[in-house]
C-alpha cells in the first residue's frame, strides 16, 4: 500500500495566506501533522505583541508538527510580492496543490464611519489579492496532487440585516464567496476544486479579542482548530467530488460523523455567540 494512500498529504504543497496567525497558523499546523509541505504567506515578520506570531514562528511550529515549512513575507495587496511568492514556493517544494485564502480585513461600520482608506484595504486585500493569490498560483494548482482552492468566506446570504451593519465589509466577504463559486466553475474542466468554508460561531482570533467583543465574545467562541478540522476533511475529498460549495464548519464535521463539538469551545459548556453571515 502506498504511502499516499496513509498520508493523502505528504509531498502535498498547501499555500495559506495570513498564516502567521489565528485560522492560518491553526489549518496550517493541522495539515503539517499529516507530512504536507506549508507556505506560511503574510505580512508579519517582527512581533506585534497585540496579535501574536511571525511568519518564522508559525514556519517553526509547523516543522516542530511534521510539515517542512517555507515562511514568506507578502502583503497581497503588492502583485510583484505575490509573484515571488509563488516563485519561492514552486523552487522550494516543486509546484503547488492547494491555495487557501485566509488572509482578510475587517471593520464592522457603517457608511458614514468607514473611512476611505478602511474601506480601499478591505477591498485590495479581500477581494483583489485574494483573486491574484489564485491568479498566480492557477499554472501550478493545474499540474497538482487533488488540486483544492479553499476560501474563507461565508454563504451568500443577500437578506439586508448582513449589509445594513457593516455594508464595506460584507461586500468584500460575500465577494470572496462569488470568486470562490466561479471558480469551482470555471476550473471545474482543469480538475481544481473551490469551496468556500466559514465557522457557524466565532473563532477566538486576534481579530475577536481586539476589533469585536474583547475576552467576553473570546469566551463564547471555539478554538481555530475547527476551522483546522474542517479544512483536513474537505482536502482529502477527491476534487471532483467536492467542489462548489460554501461550506459550515459543523455541516463537514458532521459529514464525518463528527457531532460531539465541545472540545472546540474555548470555555467548556459557554454559550457560543453566532458568527456573522449564519
Not at 17 to 42: F, P, Y
Not at 147 to 158: D, E, G, M, Q, Y
Not at 221 to 244: H, W
Request: proline share 4%.
Amino acid at each position: 500500500m502506498s504511502n499516499n494512500f496513509t498520508m493523502p498529504f505528504t509531498n502535498r504543497t498547501i499555500l495559506i495566506t495570513g498564516a502567521s496567525r489565528g485560522i492560518g497558523k491553526a489549518i496550517a499546523i493541522r495539515l503539517a501533522k499529516e507530512g504536507a509541505n506549508i507556505v506560511i504567506a503574510a505580512k508579519s515578520v517582527d512581533e506585534d505583541p497585540r496579535l501574536g506570531g511571525t511568519i518564522y514562528s508559525a514556519a517553526a511550529e509547523v516543522e516542530a508538527a511534521g510539515g517542512k515549512a517555507l515562511a514568506v513575507q507578502v502583503d497581497i495587496r503588492n502583485e510583484e510580492q505575490i509573484q515571488s511568492m509563488v516563485q519561492q514556493a514552486v523552487e522550494k517544494f516543486g509546484g503547488i496543490d492547494v491555495v487557501i485564502n485566509n488572509a482578510s480585513a475587517i471593520q464592522l461600520t457603517g457608511t458614514e464611519q468607514t473611512e476611505t482608506k478602511r474601506f480601499d484595504l478591505m477591498q485590495s486585500i479581500n477581494v483583489r489579492g485574494t483573486f491574484l493569490v489564485v491568479k498566480h498560483c492557477l499554472p501550478y494548482l493545474r499540474k497538482g496532487k487533488n488540486p483544492h482552492i479553499i476560501t474563507l468566506s461565508p454563504p451568500v446570504n443577500l437578506n439586508p440585516k448582513w449589509m445594513g451593519g457593516h455594508i464595506a465589509y460584507t461586500i468584500t466577504k460575500f465577494n470572496m464567496s462569488m470568486l470562490a463559486l466561479g471558480w469551482s466553475a470555471e476550473l471545474k474542466g482543469a480538475g481544481i476544486a473551490s469551496n468556500a468554508l466559514w465557522p457557524r460561531t466565532t473563532i477566538d482570533t486576534a481579530a475577536v479579542r481586539n476589533l469585536l467583543g474583547g475576552e467576553t465574545l473570546a469566551k463564547m467562541s471555539r478554538t481555530p482548530e475547527i476551522i483546522a478540522d474542517a479544512v483536513y476533511f474537505i482536502l482529502k475529498k477527491n476534487v471532483s467530488q467536492c467542489t462548489g460549495h460554501t461550506f459550515i464548519d459543523e455541516e463537514v464535521l458532521a459529514g464525518e460523523g463528527i457531532t460531539d463539538l465541545e472540545k472546540y469551545s474555548v470555555v467548556p459548556g459557554a454559550h457560543l455567540y453566532t458568527d456573522l453571515f449564519v
